[in-house]
């Protein structure tokens, strides 16, 4: 059974930088697309970015050149690198597969100072 844990959130100033990383367990990993989501607490999830199984990305209007999606297959990880923050990407953060995305984890709590 895959599971997938976040970790790297914290609270950060605006303008700084965070690195988030996810690692998954089970051999399917590489097969999947895999997206990080945020949520607020009162708000539906949202879809913050997206990464193919050979390195494509797709990302939400507001984090365009701010957020970069990776993974490494070959350890089983994706992470954001997340820079430019701002008040409004407060949120915990969950990476899960793109379709059929599996029981959602803990998240890691990203906040952002003004």
């Known amino acids: 059974q895959v599971q997938l844990v976040e970790s790297g959130g914290g609270l950060v100033q605006a303008g700084g930088s965070l690195r988030l990383s996810c690692a998954a367990s089970?051999?399917?990993?590489?097969?999947?697309?895999m997206g990080w989501y945020r949520q607020v607490p009162g708000k539906q999830r949202e879809l913050v970015a997206v990464i193919g199984r050979t390195g494509s990305t797709n990302y939400v209007d507001s984090v365009k050149g701010r957020f970069t999606i990776s993974r490494d297959n070959a350890k089983n990880t994706v992470s954001l690198q997340m820079n430019n923050l701002k008040p409004e990407d407060t949120a915990v953060y969950y990476c899960n597969f793109y379709v059929d995305p599996l029981n959602w984890g803990q998240g890691t709590q990203v906040t952002v100072s003004a």
């Open positions: 089970g051999s399917i990993f590489s097969l999947k697309r």
